[in-house]
């Protein structure tokens, strides 16, 4: 069974910086897609970034190009999110995801796998 344990959320100033960690297991993932969502009150699951596990290659949503880098450590099964000139507009409650698959995808309909999801607030 395929587990998802976000970590790293917490209350930064409005310029500042967290890293998000999502540690997977359950199976090995090199042919999985593993992505970053967000939830912000009253809103829809947004779209933050994906990477596909084999190669490494990764997509952003446009809200967050240029501040946030997606990574994975194959070694320590663990996906991160770091995240670089916060706003107060990205407070909301991060998931992590996973799916098998080849195709990077920015739905979160398309992911299987979810965790618990872990919050961050930026102060302005």
């Known amino acids: 069974q395929v587990q998802l344990v976000e970590s790293g959320g917490g209350l930064v100033q409005a310029g500042g910086s967290l890293r998000l960690s999502c540690a997977a297991s359950g199976r090995t993932f090199s042919d999985y897609i593993m992505g970053w969502f967000r939830q912000a009150p009253g809103n829809e699951r947004d779209f933050v970034a994906a990477?596909?596990?084999?190669?490494?290659?990764?997509v952003y949503g446009d809200s967050v190009k240029g501040r946030f880098t997606i990574s994975r450590d194959t070694a320590k099964n663990t996906v991160y999110l770091q995240m670089n000139s916060l706003k107060p507009e990205d407070t909301a409650v991060y998931y992590c995801?996973?799916?098998?698959?080849?195709?990077?995808?920015?739905?979160?309909?398309?992911?299987?796998?979810w965790g618990q999801g872990t919050q961050v607030t930026v102060s302005s």
């Open positions: 990477i596909t596990w084999g190669h490494g290659s990764t």
């Open positions: 995801a996973a799916r098998m698959g080849w195709t990077l995808s920015a739905r979160s309909a398309r992911y299987d796998y």
